[in-house]
């Protein structure tokens, strides 16, 4: 019964700042729909492009249907048919790179300008197709193996390293934000005068924090999904605990930030300074191994870096979040740290 | 009976200020006590001191028997508080505002929240947010948010600043009903009419020094009298030239008014009854053979008290 009573103003604080959120518009789309809106972009910028298919022109009549069931299927090449003045004059424009010819008797012509350079290649290839059909056996058995596999491709790098962003941003902005505000409204004073424990109303940000944090998590990965085809290979609840992890370190800095700032010009500009160069340093876009050896040690201390290093070795290395030991205590460290640090800072006049 | 606040050489001082100047104040239980002064006067620094967020320079400090540095978590408990021109959250209803602020009570010792809405007339306004709440309304959230505790003692500043005339009204009849059910009240206002109409005593500060103390009434009658003639004539008279009438208990030379240069010649005449003084003042001004320009007689109000002791108007600061 004590308990209860002793923990209700956190839940209300909780209840409180949750309410508020979803009641406001614009703090719903800057955390949900703007970083979906980032993700599309850049999706769409470095999504998997195949290279065009190589065109072929097939002169009509004679042995040409047994040429084109034995091209039809092949990856890379259109083939169509046309009578052998079109295919000639498409030959000349460059709009086909090769022309086949398929008497009824007699020998199958490839016609082809050898100075382009898709165009042997292209001859070979056809003409596998059509010797394979007409009987002949390869002795050796092979197999083919692309480079560019599911979960390798640039998009499944930037997936948890845009949930990074996502997080601090969200983190820092809102916790910071709101506070400063409220002490510009003298809210925080009429709280300090109240009984309520002091540390209930920050600790209410990260208690929000476990309703958010999920939901982020989800929208983006479920949309990187879809969307992408970006898989976690590890644990999702490994995932998720890395996501509070995260951004209740975040959430410290944007306490640490907002801890003494009388406007939110001065909190802008403390956030910029804290958020701008982890968002550079710390490999959300980029990897931050393009950064010199000497920096490295350093970069690694940094809560995004130790975020992006993690989640990126769970989501996309299938890695257990026990062999994750320095970058979780890297985020613990940031978490308590700045928390106790903003606590006696904390000015709530 | 132990008082409600006892206040002795209370000092804060800013760095580029000296905001409260050794104040010696004593409010009583149950009372509703006043602290009056133009802007600046250190008024809020002084209630905001007895509310705990602001530390004394110097002087001692006890609030219901109990000291700041020593027992701040019980004090809280224990009082009430609205600030001057809080915000409050903006996108809470009223009800859901009222409800937070409750958790922060224990249990046995708040207010029902309903009584509350009824009380202060917030009723239809449960479900509104605070952002859409009209001055009058959040102003009487903000009274509402200071008693959920049901506290003994209720701090108020500046409680209808900027208040239409009928909100100012509703808002009076809400604090003196809290006076009547033996809650200790203090309020700061820069208002005399409200003084006059809610406080059973009140300080008069300026420059953060308490000027003057007691009933309204009291410092009313120490002018030398209830009513006022302010006069002036054509020639002027020098104030001597109206000693001795019968009925008048004193004549000053007014200053100030920002009413031009014929301001500064008025008269200010305390009586105690018009129709005693105001016969023999015509009979004096027509044998000296001077013209009235402007002849007033009114009641007196802390206005004129506050203007006799520190030759400025409230309004002027």
């Known amino acids: 019964m004590k308990m209860t009573e002793r923990w209700r103003p956190l839940w209300a604080l909780s209840v409180a700042r949750i309410t508020q959120f979803w009641r406001e518009p614009g703090a719903v789309f800057w955390t949900f729909g703007f970083p979906l809106l980032i993700t599309v972009a850049l999706g769409i910028a470095f999504r998997d492009q195949s290279p065009p298919a190589s065109r072929v022109a097939l002169v009509s009549g004679g042995g040409s249907a047994a040429v084109a069931d034995a091209v039809k299927g092949v990856a890379g090449l259109a083939v169509e048919t046309d009578d052998a003045a079109t295919a000639a004059r498409r030959l000349r424009s460059g709009e086909v790179l090769l022309v086949i010819e398929a008497p009824a008797a007699g020998p199958v012509l490839y016609r082809f300008d050898p100075t382009r350079p898709d165009a042997p290649a292209v001859r070979r290839l056809i003409d596998d197709a059509v010797q394979r059909r007409a009987g002949r056996r390869d002795p050796v058995a092979t197999r083919d193996e692309t480079a560019v596999a599911r979960g390798a491709r640039y998009v499944d790098w930037l997936i948890p390293g845009l949930l990074g962003m996502q997080l601090l941003n969200g983190a820092m902005w809102g916790a910071a934000f709101s506070i400063v505000t409220s002490r510009q409204r003298k809210l925080l004073k009429r709280l300090a005068a109240t009984p309520m424990q002091r540390g209930h109303f920050l600790l209410a940000f990260r208690v929000a924090g476990l309703v958010f944090v999920p939901l982020q998590a989800a929208v983006l990965f479920g949309f990187a999904r879809l969307a992408f085809g970006v898989n976690i290979a590890g644990s999702l609840i490994a995932t998720l605990l890395l996501a509070l992890l995260g951004s209740w370190s975040f959430a410290g800095l944007g306490l640490l930030c907002a801890s003494r700032a009388q406007n939110s010009e001065t909190a802008n500009g403390l956030i910029n300074l804290v958020t701008l160069p982890m968002l550079v340093f710390s490999g959300v876009f980029f990897s931050s191994s393009r950064f010199p050896e000497a920096l490295q040690p350093v970069i690694r201390l940094l809560p995004l870096s130790a975020f992006n290093e993690a989640l990126r070795h769970v989501v996309n290395d299938g890695a257990s979040i026990f062999s994750q030991g320095f970058p979780i205590g890297v985020l613990v460290a940031w978490a308590l740290g700045s928390s106790i640090l903003a606590l006696r800072l904390f000015r709530w006049t | 009976m132990q008082a409600a606040i006892r206040i002795e050489g209370l000092v804060k001082k800013y760095p580029d200020v000296i905001a409260v100047d050794g104040l010696d104040l004593e409010v009583r239980r149950g009372e509703c006590f006043g602290l009056l002064g133009p802007n600046g006067a250190g008024k809020t620094t002084t209630i905001e001191i007895l509310e705990g967020l602001l530390e004394p320079t110097a002087g001692t400090v006890e609030v219901l028997g109990r000291r700041w540095d020593r027992e701040a978590d019980a004090l809280r408990a224990r009082i009430g508080v609205a600030l001057q021109e809080t915000r409050l959250f903006d996108r809470l209803t009223v009800e859901e505002t009222l409800r937070l602020f409750r958790t922060f009570y224990a249990d046995g010792s708040a207010l029902d929240v309903e009584t509350l809405l009824a009380d202060m007339q917030l009723g239809e306004k449960r479900r509104a947010w605070v952002m859409k709440l009209s001055g009058g309304q959040r102003q009487r959230l903000a009274v509402a948010l200071g008693l959920i505790g049901d506290p003994e003692l209720l701090f108020l500043d500046e409680p209808t600043t900027g208040l239409d005339p009928q ?57 030398g009298g209830h009513h006022l003639i302010e006069l002036i004539t054509d020639p002027p008279l020098p104030p001597d030239a109206l000693a001795g009438l019968p009925g008048v208990r004193a004549v000053r030379q007014m200053t100030g008014g920002g009413e031009g240069d014929g301001a500064a010649l008025a008269l200010s005449l305390s009586i105690d009854e018009p129709h005693v003084a105001l016969p023999a003042l015509v009979a004096r001004l027509g044998e000296r053979g001077v013209r009235p320009t402007r002849l007033m007689s009114r009641t007196a109000t802390l206005d004129d008290v506050f203007l006799s002791l520190t030759g400025r108007t409230l309004r002027e600061g």
């Open chain 2, 167 to 223: 909100s100012r009204r509703a808002l009076w009849d809400t604090i003196a009903s809290l006076r009547d059910r033996g809650k200790t009240v203090v309020l700061t206002t820069h208002y005399m009419d409200e003084a006059e109409q809610l406080c059973d005593r009140v300080a008069i500060v300026d420059h953060g020094k308490r000027i003057a103390l007691g009933t309204p009434s009291e410092l009313i009658e120490e002018l």
